[in-house]
Nanobody, 124 residues
């Protein structure tokens, strides 16, 4: 079992930045691919970014160039640095872990464990 806890969400003005954190515990973290998803009100969950155990990364087109995913395996933590935020980035952001996936894993069914999410609100 893997437990994931997100933090770092909040209210920010358009053009601002936030850094989300996802702390993992339970099973060994190092070999899991990690992903970030988001879900806006009345919309389906969508892929944001993923990082493999050996630190290859992949991004949704909507955030590429603005967001950066990274991981610190020694701290069992994954980060999502979000810059140049837009109102359409407003959503609940959720961290997920996949034992078999990679940085190209973009669907929810490829992930085995999920956090509870942290809210990000971007004002115009």
């Amino acid at each position: 079992q893997v437990q994931l806890v997100e933090s770092g969400g909040g209210l920010v003005q358009a053009g601002g930045s936030l850094r989300l954190s996802c702390a993992a515990s339970g099973r060994t973290f190092t070999r899991y691919a990690m992903g970030w998803f988001r879900q806006a009100p009345e919309k389906e969950r969508e892929f944001v970014a993923a990082i493999s155990w050996n630190r290859y990364t992949g991004y949704a087109d909507s955030v590429k160039g603005r967001f950066t995913i990274s991981r610190d395996n020694a701290k069992n933590t994954v980060y999502l640095q979000m810059n140049s935020l837009k109102p359409e980035d407003t959503a609940v952001y959720t961290c997920a872990a996949s034992l078999t996936g990679s940085h190209t894993s973009v669907t929810s069914r490829e992930y085995d464990y999920w956090g509870q999410g942290t809210r990000v609100t971007v004002s115009s």
